[in-house]
């Protein structure tokens, strides 16, 4: 029977010299990484350079990997600082939130849709582009906490600071998000709530 | 009417962060939360409202690279090897070598800057250790330029030396595989 490897056991045959076997890693994590870039760098072509130098720093650090935390947390940090290196460098500005051309272009999507194509999205994709439409450190900590699977204590561990100062940010992200899909998708937000 | 408004909004805000401790399951005030949502209405909707949103964002779905990803990876670090561990390559032993370097010129100086110091001018009975501290002078310890210099230099190339070394061992990990 097939099972899937651990990622200690994957790393520890990345460590032993297979290193075609850190492809099932990159599998693993690609679309996680590739997510959280995003939030951060909102082209999609420089964010997939800068997930792919992520994966690449990780594995020539990999030895540096010690297992006191999970290996995701440990390569969302490493993608986390390879994108703000990329930010730092292209001096590229992060969309916020208080951005009011992402607010205009928010609403020209809309506008642009008919009602009918308005209906049509789900629910979901409306958080999604909500998310798209907060600043990239509530965006982060939002899909850090929902979909990268990790506790509060990890996130801290990957942004740096102190637990507390996460579990506020995080309260905050949600409230944004939710003035955020009240304020921009106010139609398609009325059959949620 | 407008510090009515304020409260409200004010114990809203309250409430959102109690249910939203509660949903992460960081609420050390859960038993009083599920009665708060059994009893009050509000606090019934508005958890309706948030658990919603919760379940949402769990379903929201990750971004997707392109197909070749994981192939351009491994092209990549197919140039590469894996630097060794940073605890390999920083020695100990020379670590505890510039460390002991250094503790051996400080001790080495204090001990020829007491050595400096008259202590005939505070001989005095009265003092239990036979010596008066406040009338010792002082003034000889350290007061040869030369030494002096002599020492700030010692600091600046052992500093000089220390990152030199830091430097050559950082490059010869950066160069990828195959290059000498």
Do not use: C
């Not at chain 1, 990997?65 to 995701?72: D, M």
């Amino acid at each position: 029977m097939h099972t899937e490897r651990g990622d200690t056991e994957l790393i520890e045959l990345v460590l032993a010299g297979h290193s075609s076997v850190y492809a099932q890693l990159v599998e693993r994590y690609q679309n996680f990484v590739f997510t959280l870039v995003l939030r951060y760098v909102k082209n999609r072509e420089d964010a997939e350079e800068v997930a792919q130098d992520a994966f690449v720093k990780a594995y020539r650090s990999l030895a540096d990997f010690k297992g006191t935390s999970k290996f995701s947390t440990w390569l969302y940090t490493v993608a986390t600082t390879t994108s703000l290196s990329f930010l730092r460098k292209k001096k590229m500005d992060v969309q916020s939130l208080d951005n009011e051309e992402v607010f205009a272009t928010a609403d020209n999507l809309d506008g642009g849709l008919s009602a009918n194509q308005v209906e049509q999205k789900s629910k979901v994709q409306l958080v999604n582009e909500a998310i798209a439409l907060l600043s990239a450190d509530d965006a982060q900590v939002i899909s850090l906490f929902y979909k990268g699977e990790q506790s509060l204590e990890e996130i801290a561990r990957i942004l740096g600071k102190e637990t507390n100062a996460v579990k506020v940010q995080l309260h905050r992200a949600r409230t944004r998000l939710k003035e955020k899909m009240q304020r921009h998708f106010s139609a398609e937000v009325r059959d949620i709530y | 009417m407008n510090r009515e408004k304020e409260n409200f909004s004010h114990d809203e805000a309250d409430m959102e962060d109690r249910l939203w401790s509660y949903l992460d399951g960081q609420s050390d005030e859960a038993s009083k939360i599920e009665e708060l949502l059994e009893e009050n209405n509000a606090w019934k909707e508005k958890y309706g409202e948030l658990l919603e949103l919760h379940t949402l964002m769990k379903a929201t779905e990750l971004e997707q690279p392109s197909m070749r990803f994981t192939k351009n990876v491994m092209d990549e670090i197919a140039r590469y090897q894996i630097a060794p561990a940073t605890k390999a390559y920083i020695n100990n032993k020379i670590i505890w070598g510039i460390g002991a370097f250094f503790i051996t010129m400080i001790v080495g100086f204090l001990v020829y800057g007491v050595s400096q110091i008259n202590w005939s001018e505070g001989g005095s009975t009265k003092s239990p250790i036979g010596v008066d501290l406040g009338a010792v002078d002082y003034s000889k310890m350290f007061n040869n330029t030369l030494v002096n210099a002599f020492m700030m230099l010692n600091v600046v190339l052992g500093l000089f030396l220390l990152d030199r070394y830091l430097n050559m061992k950082r490059k010869t990990l950066m160069k990828p595989e195959g290059q000498s």
